[in-house]
């Protein structure tokens, strides 16, 4: 396979990638797939509900995985170029200056949301969620997002919030407002499971929900807001997070169901069996090895009953808009993402069912991600 780079004049920071390869392994049989997919409409309210949303369609591209991923020649070569140590720190810089120009760009104020967390009581939770008993796994306690400490910081905790928002902004750009973005994102995210769970598990309602690598409680209250009637637990490794998320729940109106938030490893949570009916993973995967997405798809069978639904949501391989992602873009990813090939590596959806699950069903729900859901048989 051979590449040609071509520097654009136009935007000397780009340079575009031409493959020339005939017989491309990663290329698609079928040259467009088209994958649906939820659209705000103009006068949806922002408690959104799948009736508030008109269907479209979100984009696949025409391979089976983006080029700069996996073990193709491409991904070789940034990996290369990101496992020199001095190109790594300037990497790992220019990352995060991307990660918050881009948020402030878009009005994410990420360095006013960061000293709020920071100058306020927040540490006072932490004693409260701490489990100090959690072994952490290995993968776990390397540098990640550019944070020396990765996720077991308080500065990572404090930015989470903004990191987030811009997330969504990133996969919506067009959204007129982070609330549209989070709509389009967030709403798809919910409709989807909403809808697998009626399609296959119509008898049985969602009372208990388990949000696993919650994080800052983002998805967590999206959960609690869906499904007011459920009790819903977050779940994640970093007690820093949580308190995050413990003390923004508390500042905001009491729920009728308040949420749990619990500090443990999603591979092994210590819960017991069949004592969930859906449980949540949104945007967890990209960040761990295969071996751990394995453990977590395996356990969540465990901690599922019977009928119960798992819903995962992270970065979709097939999406045109990462597969099309410049190169500079990508290499700033992967410099501070150091799973990203092995999520893309692995074919969840047979994880999936090699755990046990059944009826998994995979949908764009917005054009970066894909939603995955499936059944615990009965
Ligand atoms: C990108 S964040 C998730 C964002 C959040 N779910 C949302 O949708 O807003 C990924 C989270 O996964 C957590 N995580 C990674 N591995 C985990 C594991 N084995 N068990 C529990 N949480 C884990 C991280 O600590 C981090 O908070």
Redesign the pocket.
Known sequence: MTFSFKLDTANPSFFTITNKSIHDPLLKIATKRRSLGFKVSASSSSSSSSSSRSAEVFEEGQLERPRWSGETPLSRLVGTLISIKPLFSILKLGARQVFISTAEKTNIPWTEMTKEILDSDVYKELESIENPAIVY?D??LNPFHAYDEG?LSWLAAAE?DAA?MS?VRRAIPNASSLEEANQIVRGNWLDAIEKHHQQYSADFSIRDIL??????????GYLADRFPSAKVTG????PY?LSVAQYKEKKRNQRKNPISWIH????NTGLPSKSFDLVS????FH??PER?IR??VKESFRLLRPGGTIAI?DNSPKSKILQELPPVLFTLMKSTEPFLDEYYLTDLERVIKEAGFANVQTVLTDPRHRTVTATVPY
Not at 211 to 220: A, F, H, K
Not at 281 to 284: D, E, G, Q
């Open positions: 796994p993968y776990y996720n989470a987030t997330m949000d696993i690598g919650c994080s800052v409680g983002v998805s967590t779940l994640d490794l970093s997070f443990a490893n999603g591979e993973i949104p945007y967890v960040e761990c751990a453990n977590i949501t």
